[in-house]
């Protein structure tokens, strides 16, 4: 599991220095950290999601043509499985 010290977790430490000062100021800038990491988490799982689809993907067209390479050099159909 990876640390990460960023911006929205410096804008929530901010918010609990900043919460005796100013009450609306401290709530402003820890919702705005949670908001931006709850962001940055969604990006980041996004990414994560479209790489394992495009693996997949071109897993099958390398199933599939390989399958096709089998099926013409065994002589059988090109089309049928077997």
């Not at 609990?16 to 709850?38: K, Q």
């Not at 897993?59 to 049928?80: H, M, P, R, W, Y």
Request: hydrophobic content about 45%.
């Amino acid at each position: 599991m990876k640390i990460k010290f960023g911006m929205p977790e410096i804008l929530i430490v901010f918010s609990c220095l900043m919460y005796s000062s100013s009450f609306w100021f401290s709530v402003t800038a820890f919702c705005l950290g949670v908001l931006s990491r709850l962001a940055s988490f969604l990006i980041e799982y996004n990414e994560k999601q479209e790489r394992s689809k495009h693996i997949s993907s071109e897993v099958e067209k390398a199933q599939k043509t390989l399958s096709n390479f089998l099926n013409v050099v065994g002589g059988k159909d090109i089309n049928g499985f077997h």
